[in-house]
């Protein structure tokens, strides 16, 4: 037995560790050069805001998804100990007594039987083993596909928290533009029945305040829509009364450039972890697979007989036994050919599906980041506008005040600034968003 002990430990199951750091090894690691440290986990220190860390900390225990993950987890652990309970002893007790008579006399025979067992399974060619490694693998990789799940659920979360405040202040927006041009219709009217102006202008002027009127709508279900979003992700059912802030949470100095090495940026992400883990399962099922097409090894022990009441506790009268077994398949028509071919199948299927997961993973990163780039210049080219397009307004209503223009002139101005001002909003909660799936992209602190 402890020959069948040895020759199991020193057996070990041939993981893929040298096709995954080949893999790994393609990460192309100068071009990440302008990924700087991932200072922290947490969504809420991006974005400081005290209504989205509320909403931050209910969605981990409010969304069902998670949940579901945490379930997949436990399941995960569960079969872990039931793998790892193959690799111990099994002992086995039995007993059992009766009283037997003769139909003629009513003599009564009593008898007992009392039995124990004993059986083990060596692992000589590692196939426990090899499960084992395989069932922690599997664990590993639901944790890792739980914390990705969080991960991307609290993205998701400030992202949602961003755009219902965006579409409150379009709506804002949307509102104020229609009052405007619900007086620019007013003073068109006056004018066109004055004769100032011509039918046409006051049909446009018409026209322009219909189209607010149904941009007023559409900017009011958006606004409910992003509500009920940003519901949906906490797992509150309020959507009329969910409190948002009444501006843009700013962002925290230190996040302003998310950048990271290598391993940080790409390796250190839940999901490249996950899909290296599924590689390592892989591997582990086709040592599995292998081993359980060689000859099968048991050692089984026995003791017990059978006895009167009365020698119930007289050793003299138990038998003991003690054997091994082998077995083995001398002919299967190819099938454990086959499952071999299937297993290996499988991890190169694992090793594919782990090296496309790096490329989107390295893509996710740069491509965040330059969408990111790109919104910051477009905001700097907003806010110039921005300042412009007051000063233009200002200028209007000085000459407003002289008598050098009309109101009309003032209010037309007025929804200029008003359609930069909307744009830079939404620039603005472009770039929080982008900066989020760069956040995200880069992968948690390690």
């Known amino acids: 037995m ?8 020193a057996t070990s199951p041939n993981g893929a560790e040298t096709e995954i750091n080949a893999l790994n090894g393609t990460i192309p690691v ?21 209504l989205l860390a509320d909403y931050l900390a ?41 009283a037997s008579t003769g139909l003629d006399d009513f003599d009564l025979n009593d008898s007992a039987r009392l039995g124990a067992s004993l059986s083990f399974d060596p692992d000589i060619f590692g196939e426990i083993r090899a499960t084992v490694h395989g069932s922690q693998a599997q664990l590993f990789l639901r944790q890792a596909e739980l914390a990705r799940l969080q ?19 379009q709506l804002a927006l949307a509102q104020e533009n229609f009052e405007f041009l619900g007086e620019t219709l007013r003073v068109s009217r006056a004018r066109f029945e004055a004769g100032d102006i011509a039918r046409s202008d006051y049909a446009l002027s018409e026209a322009e ?20 979003t940003l519901a949906d992700l906490v797992g509150r059912y309020d959507v009329e009364t969910l409190p948002v802030a009444t501006t843009l949470p700013p962002i925290a100095a230190q996040h302003a450039t998310i950048r990271a090495t290598a391993d940080r940026a790409v390796l250190a992400r839940y999901d490249i972890e996950a899909q290296r883990l599924a590689v390592v399962s892989a591997a582990a099922n086709l040592d599995a697979t292998k081993a359980s097409t060689l000859p099968g090894i048991s050692l089984s022990g026995s003791a017990g007989g059978g006895l009167s009441l009365s020698d119930l506790f007289d050793i003299d009268t138990y038998v003991t036994s ?39 993973a390295y893509r996710d990163v740069i491509s965040s980041l330059d969408r990111l780039e790109v919104f910051q210049t477009r905001l700097i080219a907003l806010d110039a506008a921005s300042r412009a397009a007051g000063q233009a307004l200002e200028l209007e209503q000085v000459r407003f005040d002289l008598g050098e223009a009309i109101l009309l002139d003032v ?36």
């Open 2 to 9: 402890s020959a069948f002990v040895l020759i199991g430990c």
């Open 30 to 50: 100068s071009a990440l050069g302008r990924i700087a440290d991932h200072p922290a986990e947490s969504f809420a220190d991006l974005l400081p805001d005290p």
């Open 58 to 98: 209910t969605a981990l225990t409010g969304n069902n998804s998670v949940e579901q993950a945490r379930i997949a987890v436990e399941a995960a652990d569960l079969r872990l100990t039931q793998s790892r309970a193959r690799r111990g002893p099994f002992i086995g007790l039995s007993g059992s007594t009766g």
């Open 151 to 169: 991960r991307a659920i609290l993205a998701r979360t400030a992202q949602a928290y961003v755009q219902a405040i965006e579409t409150d202040l």
């Open 209 to 228: 305040y219909e189209n607010s009127r149904a941009s007023l709508f559409a900017q009011q279900l958006g606004a409910r829509e992003s509500r009920r």
């Open 322 to 360: 003690l054997s091994a077994a082998i077995s083995d398949t001398v002919f299967d028509n190819g099938l454990d050919t086959a499952r071999i071919a299937e297993s290996r199948t499988r991890l190169d299927a694992a090793l594919a599906t782990y090296s496309e997961a790096l490329r989107d």
């Open 411 to 446: 209010l037309t101005v007025q929804r200029r600034v008003n359609t930069i001002q909307s744009s830079r909003i939404r620039e603005e909660s472009a770039i929080r968003t982008a900066l989020i799936d760069a956040y995200l992209a880069a992968g948690p602190a390690r």
